[in-house]
């Protein structure tokens, strides 16, 4: 179940995956509403429970709880509003061949496999997730490629999922040979939770193998201080030494990073680390995560406040994925409110406004 290609030489206790309520138990007592989630039948039709022991050792030394938020269902998980969908993105509107989303002019992305080395319990792409789908075919590789050479004005690839690193490292060579250099594109993104849940996943061989394709940058899916373990930073080290550039993605959630104090330990952490805090995202309307989900106006707050704080080489972008197909929006922490009186009057990030001229051209 785990990839090959690198992995057997690293093998420790650190990479089982735990995957049912049984194995569970035997590290960790479990919450009332934890214990409830199993029980029910309905949780069987919910995105499936994984982690990793590395992650199940993270969420032991937790005193805060957080990790276990992010990675054991909870009951919750299993009331949906009406308002929550499974495709919140309306991603398949804009999926013009299997598994390849085209919605941003300049760049597509691949839905490389649905398996992830842990499911977050917050992931907004469950309608894909953990369906046993697999990794992309040579069928599905080739039409993605025709599709990148019918369309120049696509520069960048993104491989996304699932987790493209749980790809065994042959077939993501391939992958990565075969769409990472057709039609205009120079340069590729791998969106990957790996390295945070799965640190020995990233062996030398793996390292090497990215670090000779056309320019690949890793973006980090990483939520919370406490997942910035020993391993982890090993493998940014490793990434970072090889030349593979890094950037992190951060999902704003309920009881686990909600607070200005614990994301700027986050950030810091990463900007310590030499990755580069790239997205905070507010949480998308996915079946069954409200409980995880901070209400917007409390990010907007929280944003204002870190912003005024913190290095702006530590501050995020805050994005909102709109509902509906809308696509990604920065949410600033000051905007142009409007022009009035031939000047604009911006709001700055403690709230006050300010003019600047309206100029001619
Ligand atoms: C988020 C996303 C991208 C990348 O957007 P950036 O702002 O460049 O990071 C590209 N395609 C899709 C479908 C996305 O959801
Ligand atoms: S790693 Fe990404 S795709 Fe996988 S479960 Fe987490 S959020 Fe979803």
Request: aromatic letters at 8%; hydrophobic letters at 40%; proline letters at 6%.
């Amino acid at each position: 179940m785990l990839p090959s290609g690198g992995m057997r030489k690293s093998f420790t206790e650190d990479n089982q995956l735990v995957s049912n309520e049984e194995m569970l138990k035997k590290s960790l007592i479990l919450l009332p509403e934890e214990k409830a989630f199993f029980a029910s039948k309905n949780g069987k039709r919910a995105l499936p429970f994984r982690l990793t022991t590395h992650y199940l050792k993270l969420i032991q030394s937790d005193p805060t709880g957080a990790l276990r938020r992010m990675a054991i269902p909870r009951i919750n998980e299993l009331s949906v509003l009406d308002y929550e969908t499974p495709d919140p993105l309306n991603e398949e509107l804009f999926e013009k061949v299997p598994r390849c989303i085209h919605r941003y002019t300049d760049r597509v992305l691949v839905l490389v496999t649905d398996v992830c080395a842990l499911y977050c319990r917050h992931c907004f792409r469950r309608r894909f997730t953990g369906e046993n789908k697999g990794v992309l075919s040579e069928a599905e590789v080739r039409t993605i490629r025709g599709y990148i050479e019918s369309h120049p004005e696509v520069r960048e690839l993104i491989l996304s999922g699932g987790d493209p690193l749980m790809v065994p490292d042959s077939k993501l060579e391939y992958i990565l040979q075969i769409l990472g250099t057709a039609g205009n594109i120079t340069v590729t993104r791998i969106s990957s939770r790996v390295p945070v849940v799965l640190p020995s996943r990233i062996s030398r061989s793996l390292v090497r193998m990215l670090s000779r394709q056309r320019q690949v940058w890793m973006v980090l899916h990483i939520n919370h201080p406490a997942e910035v373990s020993p391993r982890f930073a090993g493998t940014v080290r490793m990434m970072l030494e090889s030349g593979i550039p890094l950037v992190s993605q951060t999902v704003l959630l309920k009881g686990v990073n909600d607070s200005v104090k614990t994301l700027a330990e986050l950030f810091y952490r990463l900007l310590a680390l030499g990755v580069k805090p790239y997205y905070l995202f507010q949480g998308d309307l996915a079946p069954g995560t409200s409980h995880l989900r901070v209400p917007l106006s409390r990010g907007l707050e929280l944003y204002r406040e870190l912003s005024s704080n913190i290095s702006g080489l530590a501050l995020p972008g805050y994005a909102v994925d709109l509902p509906g197909g809308g696509g990604k929006v920065r949410l600033g922490a000051g905007s142009i409110a409007e022009v009035r009186g031939g000047e604009y009057h911006i709001q700055s990030v403690d709230g006050r406004f300010f003019r600047y001229p309206v100029e001619q051209d």
